[in-house]
């Protein structure tokens, strides 16, 4: 009997090698989709070099990625946390499968294909999650601090992260406080990006022109070309006078989502780190769909919450229409010219609220849960598929 | 009062509210769908044409091309004849003789001049020749825009056109002399109306395959096109003016209204569309002008050389002449350089008007707003099905448990630990599967020689009476390979098969509204299929009869029953397809293999278990 993991990683190797053979024209036609490519991590703004080692480079971290997700499953920290059981703990998917739906995703196909630097953030996050609920808090904050580094915005995860890494510490003997504890912690998220940043600067040369074209570009979303966010067309409309103003509330809605998130579920950190994944994919100023592809990555380890779900298949409805609506707006627009801006925008629009009303179910489950566990005698009153 | 009292009923019987209504409901978006287009036509709905574009200024200005011009066109005729007629030459040494000639002419006139080379494969044929193309820089211009004026040597009925030909020669010597033109003006000399274009306008932008040389000589970009067909050797009557473009892309319309101003009001030549010779402007001739305008569209293939400029945003019409009449090569050239004149007078590229319409007249057009929604409302009723489907697996159990009083406590703790969720995990890989099957087909029929495709086209026919079949005969017997499949899965593959063709026909319906409203047509039964239950007699017998209708309306059926209505063969069909395809960018093909027979397929599961 062969190994079901070999099989799906295999599978996904394979089939990933023979869209590249088959279809040798794909990666660089995905390359140059602006839903898959953004500035911040489109493959033609960093280097152009031999296709064939480079695409299986991206493959293999691909398949790292879902080795991540798969130890992640395996601990059952989205079911069984410190403070917190699910109540249909019986209802879940092995490691395999929620790697198996993450390898075989069409959004993380194409953006493995496209070669986005995406999946380099994506390692990051994934691998910091898989250490902190296997115990080791220091490489997650080391694996943090590298996708904060690639990406900026990852920082954001570092609350929930450390609460995470808490409470699998908090189950040993001699835990230490919890405010010591997070302190050390933000030390060393800090050192790891100061030595990251201290090796590009050696590199660069100059470190303020290193920093305003690396974070200040994510910071101040200078370049508004179209992709599948909100902020392009915001910022493309409004009068440079409130530029400033606009780019301070957009940043500080996204980073309020933290706090509120932290509060409410702080017994399931995981849960936490998966909603804010959703939130980064739909509010992040360059967002593309491998943000969504992580999301959707994530979700199947809270596979016991989807029969509290309502409108999945709304929200499934909305982001197929979106892909496919997409790129058909996109083409009327920027090739046939009988659209315009508005039309791809529209569609973007139906795309973030797609990806909103899944990420508004899975809260709704997942407060849910909390609230029957709470109360087992209100167990099931009425529990139904929309 | 009425509307809450009939809410409350619905919601008191499920039965009428998951099952029934939604029907009706489907029922009545294609009826109304149909409907809605067959009301375009009347002077309610439709509109008359009219010029957006100030700047066009069309039939403005007086037409010099007369008089001495004509001798001139006599005398190139004469030497290109000379060459054509030359028996002593065999047929690679004509067409040198020709190019030399045209080389000659064009240079003596002080034109730029270049050549390319280009050769196409497809289905195991060969197309290959030599584009000729010269250029005007405009003397009041900068070389940053350019018209096109294009003169195959085949016309798309492939006739010789030498009348075009020599017509293009003679106005590029006219054109040269005038000082007025503030946009260059390219001279294209191709040998058919099929490859020549699209090998000159991938080259001209850069995106042309191996087998394509690059050009030589470029200009700017390309504000218009206009493609000459005159292959009669008498007087003409009227001018024919063919627009579609490949998949369905149409030029703005004031370029076609444009010609249609100038030919009938500066010129007094009649101007047809869609080959209706005798317009009397009636309800009739108006439907069937548009329902021929949407069937080309529809199939999306290239109706002549102008079909290639529309995939780069370039407006592109063919002038062609036809019947007997008076009008002569003169007042064909007179009504050129009028529209050359329009065309040299727009600032900015053609963007006023519409690029979605169907026209009904030379004069009577009715824009998207108007007529999409009967495409939205077709593609629509898919989506409601699926939708009303979705939510009657969830509220509408096929078969609820009887339970006494006593046992309702058991039942509601059973209820909480044991959750009723749908099975999506068989109905999801179907409609996956099944869709991906569908690159199949496409793939063979993108890639053999032409000589098998009638044969392939019988072995899809057949394929489509076992597939189904024996898929049904698997998923209602199991036959070892599965567990039976429970009435809601059943449910489940229609609705999700229903939810990708709504969708996938819906995105159509923005790109190419023709062919979304043709496959949505097709399709309608698909939305009543279901697996039938009842007595073994008559739910045989009807299941029987519902398979035998339903393959006569599947992709290969429909495919030889037009064919032979048309009395075209498969073989051609199906090889202009494959050239389409691997030449032209064509995506029908995509949209029959990979959207209508994959929902076709799922139809026929769902009918053919109703068998087992």
Sequence with gaps: ?386 | MALKSAIRNLRSNPHLLFVRLPKLLSLLCIVVGVAWLLLLPLNEYSRRTYISENALLPGQVHAYFTGSEQNIFRGYKKELQAILNDETKDKSEVTAGVSDKVQSIFEEAGLKFARQNYEYNSAGNTHEGENSYAIIHAPRGDATEAIVLVAPWLTADDKLNLNGVTLALTLARYFKRWSLWSKDIIFLITPDSKTGTQAWIDAYHDMHPASVQPLPLKSGALQGALVIEYPLEHRFQTLHIVYDGVNGQLPNLDLFNTAVSIAGGQMGIGANLQEMWNHDDSYEHRLQTMVRGMTKQGLGYATGAHSSFMPYHIDAITLQTKGEGWEDEMALGRTIESLCRSLNNLLEHLHQSFFFYLLMQSNRFVSIGTYLPSAMLLAGNFTIMAIALWMRTGYYPESKPVQSKGEKASAEKAKTSNIAERKLALPLSLVVGLHLLGLVPLWVFNNISHQYFTTITYVVLGVDIILPLSLAAILSNGLGLSKPLIPQQYHLIKSFSLLLLGLSLSTLATLNFSLSFIIGLLCTPLSFMARLQGPAPARLATSGLGLILLNLLSPPTVLLGVCWYTNVSVETVLTEAAFGWDVWGMWTQVVVWCVWWPAWLIGGVLLGSSIF
């Design chain 1, 1 to 386: 009997m062969i190994d079901r993991k070999f099989v799906v990683f295999g599978a996904a190797f394979v089939l990933r090698l023979l869209l590249i053979c088959l279809f040798p024209s794909l990666p660089d036609l995905l390359t140059g989709r602006v839903e898959v490519s953004t500035p911040v991590n489109s493959f033609k703004r960093h280097a152009k070099s031999s296709p064939l080692p480079i695409a299986v480079f991206y493959f293999l971290v691909d398949l790292l990625n879902a080795y991540a997700l798969l130890k992640i499953s395996e601990s059952g920290q989205s079911i069984k946390s410190r403070l917190h059981t699910a109540v249909r703990q019986h209802v879940r998917w092995d490691g395999v499968s929620v790697a198996a739906w993450f390898l075989f995703n069409p959004f993380t196909i194409a953006t493995c294909l496209a070669r986005s630097t995406s999946v380099f953030t994506t390692s990051g996050i994934l691998f910091a999650v898989s250490n902190a609920v296997g115990g080791n808090s220091i490489n997650a904050m080391l694996a943090l601090g590298f996708a904060s580094y690639l990406s900026l915005y990852p920082a954001l995860l570092f609350i929930p992260l450390v609460l995470l890494c808490y409470d699998r510490r908090a189950q040993e003997p001699n835990a230490p406080k919890v405010a010591l504890y997070v302190v050390q912690h933000a030390g060393l998220l800090f050192a790891s990006i100061a030595g990251l940043l201290g090796l590009s600067c050696l590199i660069t040369g100059n470190f303020w022109e290193f920093m305003s074209a690396t974070y200040g570009f994510h910071l101040l979303v200078p370049d508004l070309t179209p992709n599948v966010g909100l902020w392009w067309y915001f910022f493309i409309e409004m009068f440079d006078s409130f530029r400033e103003f606009f780019l301070g509330v957009f940043w500080l809605h996204l980073a309020s989502y933290v706090g509120g998130l932290t509060a409410r579920f702080h017994r399931q950190p995981l849960f936490v780190i998966t909603s804010l994944l959703g939130v980064f994919a739909i509010f992040k100023p360059y967002p593309s769909i491998s943000d969504a592809s992580l999301f959707f990555a994530v979700l199947p380890l809270y596979r016991h919450l989807f029969p509290l779900m309502r409108y999945t298949f709304f929200a499934v409805s909305a982001i197929l229409y979106s892909s496919l609506l997409g790129p058909a707006f996109y083409h009327l627009w920027i090739y046939a010219g009988s659209g315009n801006a508005n039309f791809f925008y529209a569609i973007t629009l139906v795309w973030s609220l797609g990806i909103s009303i899944l990420l508004a179910d899975t809260v709704f489950a997942a407060l849910r849960d909390e609230w029957e566990q709470q109360n087992p005698d209100q167990k099931g009153a009425e529990v139904r598929q929309v």
